[in-house]
């Protein structure tokens, strides 16, 4: 098959976890034999075109915007052209598969024009992020979902909490949506050895302390704050023998200022922004990671930590419980409960066989269920059955 991938993040312009998806699901289909041109945004030094793991990326100018909707007019009117380019000098085009609100409308455009069927990927909802509607914003980008997943000929969604949120808040009937799950590279995360080990770990805590972590975006629905109001407890039963360490760029003023609130302010670190390079080397100095998350589709982070074989503490947010096993890979807690986030952290901590049982199952799983050329081969599977019912109907 041919497919053309609109996607408005691919490294190194990285957002958030579409970037990965991407790139690291498109080529394990071209090892399976198909042709993947993937349509992106320019970035610094990038190349314009090139072929990374064997897809042929094309990264388009956008002009400014007055806003960021502007912008996003600009990229979209900038893909329709560059793709129906494509679509008519490098042609036919089998699918076209869009990843997200912010392509819809040059996919749904190139669709129409070329009669190519959609495929979408909802990789979150809006509905879902702020738990409602409430502003033309919220509004607006609903809208655009709404009608992403109506012109799609089948929607696939990370986990089936999300095909049930997709169901309900985009009004796309349950039968349409496909489940494939987010998968990682698990070699990416080998743990380390070849670095000097305690002047590392030194740089965020010391010797005597064990190391709770967060990465991640810095917004509300990540929970963070949830994990700032249960540190005293954990500190208070560990005898101050933690430290909290809070990873990802963006704004933490109120999240530095909470953490003055509640008298921990010496017991946590905000890094800002880590490269990946300290970020394998700092999993392998810490002892527990926790993503409090009060909205989550999936939840990359626990995937991530699996394979540097960190125990695991989540929220049972969203996706999360699909993906973190409780009790066996690890500890799934109660979103938004500050009690039940301190005790899954304490449960990791004080017993530190179990903690070792978690990461080995985790690190198992990793094989069983969230390897991308298993993933790969559910993706071709949807394509191939929008292919079939294809051929089988008239294109009005």
């Not at 085009?93 to 190139?110: E, G, K, N, Q, T």
């Not at 380390?192 to 305690?198: C, K, N, R, V």
């Not at 509640?262 to 880590?274: A, E, P, R, V």
Request: proline content about 4%; overall charge negative; glycine content about 8%.
């Amino acid at each position: 098959m041919k497919i053309l991938v609109l996607a408005w993040e691919f490294p190194p312009r990285i957002i958030g976890g579409i970037a990965r998806h991407v790139a690291e699901l498109y080529p394990e289909l071209v090892k399976l034999g198909h042709d993947i041109h993937l349509l992106t945004v320019e970035f610094g030094e990038a190349p314009r075109y090139e072929v990374v793991d064997g897809v042929r990326i094309h990264r388009v100018s956008v002009a400014p915007g007055y806003d960021f909707f502007g912008w996003v007019t600009n990229m979209n009117e900038s893909m329709g052209r560059h793709g129906g380019k494509l679509m008519l000098e490098d042609g036919p085009f089998d699918i076209v598969h869009a990843h997200d609100w912010l392509v819809a409308d040059a996919a749904i455009a190139l669709k129409h024009l070329f009669k190519v069927p959609l495929v979408a990927t909802v990789h979150a909802t809006e509905y879902g992020r702020y738990n409602g509607l409430y502003t033309t914003t919220h509004y607006y980008i609903n809208s655009k979902e709404t009608d992403l997943a109506y012109n799609a000929w089948r929607v696939i969604v990370c986990t089936n909490y999300m095909r049930h949120e997709v169901e309900r808040t985009l009004k796309s009937p349950w039968d349409k949506i496909d489940v494939v799950y987010n998968g990682i590279r698990p070699e990416k995360k080998q743990r380390l050895h070849d670095f000097d080990f305690w002047p590392f770990r030194r740089r965020f805590a010391s010797d005597s302390e064990q190391i709770v972590y967060y990465v991640g975006r810095m917004t509300h629905e990540k929970g963070v704050s949830v994990l700032l109001n249960a540190a005293p407890t954990v500190l208070w039963e560990m005898n101050h023998a933690v430290k909290f360490v809070i990873i990802g760029g963006g704004n933490t003023d109120h999240l530095q200022q909470q953490a003055w609130n509640l008298g921990i302010w010496d017991k946590c670190y905000f890094t800002g922004f880590m490269s990946d390079d300290d970020l394998n080397r700092f999993q392998t100095v810490a002892d527990c990671a926790v993503f409090p998350s009060l909205y989550e589709p999936f939840g990359i982070v626990a995937l991530e930590s699996f394979a540097a074989r960190v125990p695991v503490v989540v929220s049972d947010a969203g996706g999360f419980p699909e993906v973190v096993r409780h009790t066996k890979t690890g500890l799934v807690t109660k979103a938004g409960q500050v009690d039940s986030v301190s005790w899954g952290i304490l449960e990791v901590l004080k017993n530190p066989g179990y903690a070792q049982w978690l990461i080995d199952n985790a690190y198992e799983d990793l094989e069983r269920r969230f390897r991308w050329d298993k993933l790969a081969k559910q993706t071709e599977a949807v394509y191939g059955r929008v292919l079939h019912e294809r051929s089988q109907t008239e294109w009005l």
